[in-house]
Every structure is written in C-alpha cells, then in structure tokens.
Nanobody, 123 residues
Framework: VQLQASGGGLVQAGGSLRLSCAAS????????MGWFRQAPGKEREFVAA????????YYGDSVKGRFTISRDNAKNTVYLQMNSLKPEDTAVYYC?????????????????WGQGTEVTVSS
C-alpha cells in the first residue's frame, strides 16, 4: 500500500484543520493506521492511531480531547481532525500503516510511511 497525506497548511491558534491520508491498493482495510508528527529539531512522535475496523482509537497525551482520528475503508482514507490548534502543534504530519494497532502507536516498529504534510499554527 502507498500512502498520500494532504490537508496541511497555515492556521491561527484555536483554529482547525483536517488531514487526509489516501491509500492505494486493495489492502487498506487490513491495516491499522496512525498519524505521527515531527517538529523542527525534535524527534518524530505518535499522535493518533485507529484499528482496522475503526472501533479502537488511541491518542498521544498532547492531543487528547482536541484531535480525532477516523477512517473510511470504502474510500481507502484515514483522517485526522485537528481542533483547538496550538503553536506547539506545528510540525510535519505523517500517516503510517501497520499490521496491528500496536505497530502504529510507536515510532520504533516497522511500518509503512506516507510523505508528510506540513502544519503551521501561528500565535
């Protein structure tokens, strides 16, 4: 599967953005999906993950209550709705696919990566 992220941009603090990650191939519905981000000069960190069925979701502590991950298996797409954005959310956001949800909740496991989409939150 190949992953293509989109939806990044410049937004003011307190605003919202929705990122999308479109997957090619017929096996999207067999992958757990996740979002990660990497700010300048910092390590890549986990943001959110969703199970194959969409029934289970997990979030990093810094985004809980503000971000929502969802997926549409019919459209081969995973989304990240980001609300109440803060300047510290500024980063390049990456989507990832893994064989199990545990794989897409950590940067340390092997997974498929998409290219990043840049999010900038101004104060």
């Amino acid at each position: 599967v190949q992953l293509q992220a989109s939806g990044g941009g410049l937004v003011q603090a307190g605003g919202s953005l929705r990122l999308s990650c479109a997957a090619s191939g017929r096996t999207f519905s067999t992958y757990a999906m996740g979002w990660f981000r990497q700010a300048p000069g910092k390590e890549r960190e986990f943001v959110a993950a969703i199970s194959v069925s969409g029934g289970s979701t997990y979030y990093g502590d810094s985004v809980k209550g503000r971000f929502t991950i969802s997926r549409d298996n019919a459209k081969n797409t995973v989304y990240l709705q980001m609300n109440s954005l803060k300047p510290e959310d500024t980063a390049v956001y990456y989507c990832a696919a893994g064989s199990a949800i545990v794989v897409v909740t950590t940067t340390r496991s092997s997974k498929l990566w998409g290219q990043g989409t840049e999010v900038t939150v101004s104060s």
